[in-house]
């Protein structure tokens, strides 16, 4: 494992994100964060939003 790695993906965009790493879909803002928060808790990551409606989920 590298020192950074992408774990996950949250959108409300299905057509923002897209590849082979795990990509959560919520329907709303909201769900989408408590989505992003609860995985970083468990994946022991962080979240980081990157502006075109995803959110990643990082392990530094």
Known sequence: M?????????TI????VGGDIPIFFAGTEEEQARIATTLAKVLKGMVHDIGNGA???VKH
């Open 2 to 10: 590298s020192a950074e790695e992408l774990v996950a993906v949250v």
């Open 13 to 16: 965009n299905k057509d923002a």
């Open 55 to 57: 959110y990643l989920i």
